[in-house]
């Protein structure tokens, strides 16, 4: 990747050593340089140069209001705007480096691997649940997280996060929440802690809070049931609904589910079963989810066009991801076909 700065010292109109930059007017080709950056030209190659100066060089190139107090410091200001614009293009979109913050890419099926049905699985999962030492409910949650920002005047970004929230015995919480991808450790990532996407170093804190405890024992503070059935009805109070789930919904209370509690063998198992009864989840084949970590996918298409792929431990049943996409390109926003709009990894 080229150094920002060397790239502003080659679209620096007036070289800092230049004799006439502190005091004087520019001249000729230093006007017409710095009018080619105010306006958004881009000159992309030296041969031409020469038509390009001969073509603006009967045209006033600076506005007669700008005077040379002024003038410094619209260029001041140009400087500071290219500096931030560089950077970030830079970092976004490099073409000799890959790009520090990007949307990730759909998680790829394994060619040729067999699907596990979900019955199947969730026969496994029942047989863990009653092992000796099997992993045991805890509240609170551990998630890498990727989401995708939109908005009408600006590209989208994808703002990478990852949350830890533990529990006390007196019921208070605490949360921290790190800017980080672990797709580039070390790299600079993307946050919208202000409000305005900006880069902060990877493992910036986010926030480090402690929150009061908290009594409530609606779904989903309260514990998940070890039922199908059950598990389904919590679900559904869990979304704030009165109607039954459909697949896509049920797969989002899910999502709610695992960034409240961890779940252990008996919950994991009972949430395998209820999913192996669910319309429309069909198995996928085997994919490797953005930890590294083997699984089986099990995948349902909602009418907004938008994919739902559900990531699962084809040996302990457990839900290792879940990622969403869309299935045609939203050019309202920018978005192509197959964008990765969330995704959530979840550990224990």
């Known amino acids: 990747m080229a150094d920002e700065l060397d790239l502003l010292r080659s679209a620096d109109p007036v070289p800092a050593h230049g004799p006439r930059f502190p005091d004087g007017p520019l001249n000729l080709h230093a006007e017409h340089r710095l009018e080619r950056l105010l306006t958004g030209a881009d000159e992309r190659a030296a041969g031409r140069e020469g038509e390009e100066r001969k073509r603006w060089s009967g045209r006033p190139v600076v506005p007669s209001l700008l005077g040379p107090g002024r003038l410094r410091l619209a260029w001041g200001l140009l400087a500071t705007a290219l500096v931030a614009a560089l950077t970030l293009g830079l970092l ?39 092992a000796h030492g099997a992993p045991r409910l805890r509240k609170g949650t551990h998630v890498r997280s990727w989401s995708l920002g939109m908005s009408d005047d600006a590209p989208p970004v994808t703002l990478p996060e990852e949350r830890l929230v533990r529990w006390r015995p007196d019921g208070s919480r605490t ?7 672990p797709r580039y450790p070390g790299r600079p990532v993307l946050s919208d802690e202000d409000g305005v996407p900006r880069l902060v170093d990877d493992g910036h804190v986010l926030h480090d809070r402690i929150y009061p405890p908290s009594w409530s024992d609606a779904p989903p503070q309260s514990p998940p049931p070890r039922t199908p059935d059950r598990l389904r009805a919590y679900l559904t109070q869990a979304q704030y609904t009165g109607t039954p789930l459909t697949t896509p919904q049920l797969l989002d209370a899910v999502a709610t589910l695992l960034d409240h509690w961890t779940l252990g063998a008996r919950e994991s198992a009972a949430l395998a079963r209820l999913l192996a009864g669910t319309e429309g989840l069909r198995p996928a084949g085997r994919v490797t989810d953005r930890l590294g970590r083997r699984g089986q996918a099990y995948v ?16 302990t049943g457990a839900v290792l991801g879940l990622e969403s996409t869309l299935t045609a390109p939203d050019p309202r926003y920018g978005v192509d076909k197959g964008a990765v709009m969330a995704y959530s990894a979840w550990m224990r």
């Not at 949360?175 to 980080?180: H, K, R, S």
């Not at 349902?300 to 040996?315: H, K, S």
């Open 92 to 130: 976004l979109s490099g073409p000799s480096a890959p790009p520090a913050v990007a949307a990730p890419r759909p998680l790829v099926i394994e060619a040729g691997s067999a699907p596990v049905p979900l019955d199947r699985l969730a026969e496994r999962a029942a047989g863990l649940a009653v």
């Open 175 to 181: 949360e921290l929440v790190v800017a980080t991808d």
């Open 300 to 315: 349902t298409d909602d009418a907004y066009g938008v994919r739902r792929m559900l990531i699962m431990d084809p040996a």
